[in-house]
């Protein structure tokens, strides 16, 4: 669970990118954030991780929090699985090295997000993606509870995409993780969501159950491009895009979001 009560932060004197803002995220489930560039989403996520101090509210975790970033650059001298294996350091004393469990959690999560075969390889010459899914991985093996992830597929093909988007459902379903994650793939949040938050550049927010939040009205209203839903239905099952219809562009009204 992440309960988040009042929080507001601003940089310096600057404007204050959201304020007021108390959501709780339930354990065991997916949630996601969207909202325009800057609106401060990933302020938001460095609050939840503890890399920023809040101005204002509080932020409440129940368990150990895995954070993935949406990249990190590293010494050249690692390779993918070193990277990996620092997610084990919660489990290490101060001047002990990582153990043979250590080592195999870390290849088991490599293993989880398809990158077995590039283990040995160097992190800093790995493709943006690639790294991506190394920083998955890396939370992955530190066997949190919590797992927050800055747009982890901001650098991945669609089939990783997809790759992710199970491991997370799976991570939630089988393993009862809480996942929390930042998104500006509509699709993705609808395909895997229970809760969205959607954050906008005036500070408000609206946050509910992803079909009832994610709608075509509040998506307009929150980038200012007309969009619409189409689904897609395989068998029992149905796939949801956003489609922007960008070439058809009418000013959208600015009018406040509602769920
Ligand atoms: N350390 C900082 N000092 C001053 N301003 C900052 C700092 N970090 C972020 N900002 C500003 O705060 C605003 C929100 O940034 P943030 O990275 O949280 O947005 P975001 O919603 O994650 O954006 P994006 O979708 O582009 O990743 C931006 O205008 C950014 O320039």
């Given at each position: ?29 997916i949630?996601a ?132 988007l199970r491991?997370l459902l799976?991570?939630a ?6 996942v929390?994650f ?6 993705h949040a609808i395909g895997i969501a229970d ?15 992803t ?49």
């Amino acid at each position: 669970m992440i309960r988040i009560e009042n929080a507001g932060h601003r940089y310096g004197s600057q404007h204050w990118l959201f304020r007021e803002l108390s959501v709780t995220f339930p354990s065991a489930r997916i949630a996601a954030i969207l909202g325009p560039n800057g609106c401060g989403k990933t302020t938001l996520l460095r609050a939840i991780s503890r890399t920023l101090t809040l101005k204002e509210g509080i932020i409440d975790i129940d368990g150990h929090e895995g954070f993935v970033p949406q990249a990190l650059t590293a010494d050249q001298s690692y390779s993918a699985v070193d990277m990996v294996l620092m997610g084990r350091s919660r489990y290490l004393g101060r001047f002990s090295s990582p153990g043979r469990k250590d080592r195999e959690r870390a290849y088991e999560s490599i293993e989880e997000v398809g990158l077995g075969a590039l283990a040995e390889q160097r992190y800093d010459r790995l493709s943006g993606g690639q790294r991506q899914l190394v920083l998955l991985a890396r939370a992955l093996a530190s066997d949190c509870k919590v797992l927050v992830l800055d747009e982890p597929a901001s650098a991945l093909d669609i089939a990783n995409q997809g790759v992710v988007l199970r491991l997370l459902l799976r991570l939630a379903s089988s393993l009862g993780l809480t996942v929390l994650f930042t998104t500006h793939h509509p699709d993705h949040a609808i395909g895997i969501a229970d809760t969205t938050l959607l954050m906008q550049r005036n500070g408000t927010h609206v946050c509910g159950p992803t079909g009832e939040v994610l709608t075509e009205g509040n998506l307009a209203r929150m980038y200012g491009v007309p969009v619409r839903r189409v689904d897609v239905h395989a068998g029992e099952e149905t796939a949801s895009a956003i489609v922007p219809l960008h070439g058809l562009r009418s000013k959208a009204p600015d009018q406040p979001l509602v769920p």
